[in-house]
């Protein structure tokens, strides 16, 4: 069995499509039912779909596992906030990785996580003596593979 739904959220309420998500992911796991979606919401895609295909100018650019599309973009965000205010960006932090000081002076790095782990990017705020009060991580989202691919294809 086979379910198309094109666009199904569009204009519908926060209620209405817990309630469609809800009931989706049951045809799909109770059932076997696989669920064809088109959409422009990328979220929804990311999180319900387990294979995505990207179609650029009629053009199909991408079909494969969401995680394998996932990996295509090798970009993850670390956000630390420090212990100490820093005046600017530490010379020591050198890399394959951008260093941002953000206005609530918090230190931004852009890494790629085929060459750094988080622990890696802390040895290196330690060499540069830089002691870290919290962090957080981003990881790259279907809209940034998105925006990677159908640029690229332009």
């Keep these: 069995h086979v379910l198309v739904l094109d666009e199904p959220t569009a204009g519908v309420d926060i209620e209405l499509r817990q309630m469609l998500w809800a009931n989706v992911r049951k045809l799909n796991r109770e059932e076997g039912m696989t669920i064809?979606?088109?959409?422009?919401?990328?979220?929804?895609?990311?999180?319900?779909?387990?294979?995505?295909?990207?179609?650029?100018?009629?053009?199909?650019?991408?079909?494969?596992?969401?995680?394998?599309?996932?990996?295509?973009?090798?970009?993850?965000?670390?956000?630390?906030?420090?212990?100490?205010?820093?005046?600017?960006?530490?010379?020591?932090?050198?890399?394959?990785?951008?260093?941002?000081?953000?206005?609530?002076?918090?230190?931004?790095?852009?890494?790629?996580?085929?060459?750094y782990t988080v622990p890696d990017l802390l040895a290196e705020l330690k060499k540069a003596k830089i002691g870290v009060r919290d962090l957080t991580t981003r990881e790259a989202e279907l809209e940034d593979v998105f925006r990677s691919i159908t640029t690229s294809a332009a």
């Design 36 to 115: 064809i979606l088109t959409t422009h919401y990328l979220e929804e895609a990311e999180e319900m779909c387990d294979e995505i295909a990207i179609i650029n100018h009629g053009q199909l650019i991408a079909c494969e596992p969401k995680t394998h599309l996932m990996k295509r973009f090798d970009s993850k965000e670390l956000v630390v906030e420090p212990e100490t205010t820093l005046e600017g960006v530490p010379e020591k932090l050198t890399g394959e990785y951008e260093v941002e000081l953000l206005e609530d002076g918090r230190l931004l790095l852009r890494y790629p996580p085929s060459r």
